[in-house]
């Protein structure tokens, strides 16, 4: 029983996890390329013989390629090109290095999909060509690449350093979007039109990210249009670029769209306890909507002691809560949220309890009182004004009432507290009586008193 127990717990954990270590490392080898070495994030080839001739891929039956952080292709005298589809399996790729191997060209297409941390190209006889123009970008805003010392081979096969390699009509590309007010209400349409330069003359795409709404675009050589249609307030703050693509780098230009549109109460729920009661919500809205709340119909005027807080905003989303100090019977009701601005509004209303009326079990008193906060005097306020304004005076009439009912608990207390102590001293003295060595019964008060000598 106690082997049993010892194999359970942390033990088999470790023990299932180093199988599963274990599972990976045969999966990969089973991968593995002739004349490289795998694991489960690795993949490695420097024997130069037999060598390899493409590069190297992990067949997906038996591995996944995604879990490869780190290639490393060296001494491969056979290996002269790598296609676009070779990488594109490895999303998850950080290193990568070919050391002296006998490629003479490189795109940037293969590896622009990858977030690579490290580069090395060192040791390749790469052919002077606009192809190999981007790897000189990169090293200009790539540290790794800024320490190697790469070099291409001329028409007349004279080593000449990239850093120095000029090529004519090859250059970056240049992207221009000519966006009118990208400030549109719900439900409307707007173009986008874009322009592109570039030599080589680039290829032009929209990059829209995750728009909700309906858009269609069209490309004619160095000019295209976006036309989004029944925009949806879903879509108000993300980005929009036009992208100018070409084999020495890309380019784009972006705008943040923008949607108006009225008021949603998304959220609104009974109020809760914490360090204070708190009537929570949310509500959509852009530009931002005023709030006011009503209590059981009338307006209900904030204070230090009553307040709205907003707590998580999310561009056009707000989450809060009405929050109440020590609230009593006496705020039990109907409360009534209204957010509105220039485009419309919207209301929700829920039933508050917070405590029982004196006298009733814990039940709510259909009769509540008109008007709770009414010499609270603050108006409506926008969502973003919700600080406490603690320089504010609360009622008299509500603060006095407080008062009186905290007078009458600690009256009622004491009273109690002084009966029960004299009670306490009677049945000690009637004790100590009644066990007395004089052998008195009970407890004298009087004694009689001769009236002659």
Known sequence: MSSWTRWHGPAMARLWGFCWLIVGFWRAALACPTSCKCSASRIWCSDPSPGIVAFPRLEPSTADPENITEIYIANQKRLEIINEDDVEAYAGLKNLNFTRNKLTILSRKHFRHLDLSELILVGNPFRCSCDIMWIKTLQETKPSLETQDLYCLDENSKNISLANLQIPNCGLPSANLAAPNLTVEEGKSITLSCSVAGDPVPNLYWDVGNLVSKHMNETSYTQGSLRITNISSDDSGKQISCVA????????DSVNLTVHFAPTITFLESPTSDHHWCIPFTVKGNPKPALQWFYNGAILNESKYICTKIHVTNHTEYHGCLQLDNPTHMNNGDYKLVA?????????????????WPGIDDGANPNYPDVIYEDYGTAANDIGDTTNRSNEIPSTDVADKTGREHLSVYAVVVIASVVGFCLLVMLFLLKLARHSKFGMKGFVLFHKIPLDG
């Open 340 to 356: 509105k601005n220039e485009y419309g509004k919207d209301e929700k209303q829920i039933s508050a309890h917070f405590m029982g």
């Open 245 to 252: 693509e070409n084999l020495v780098g890309e380019d784009q």
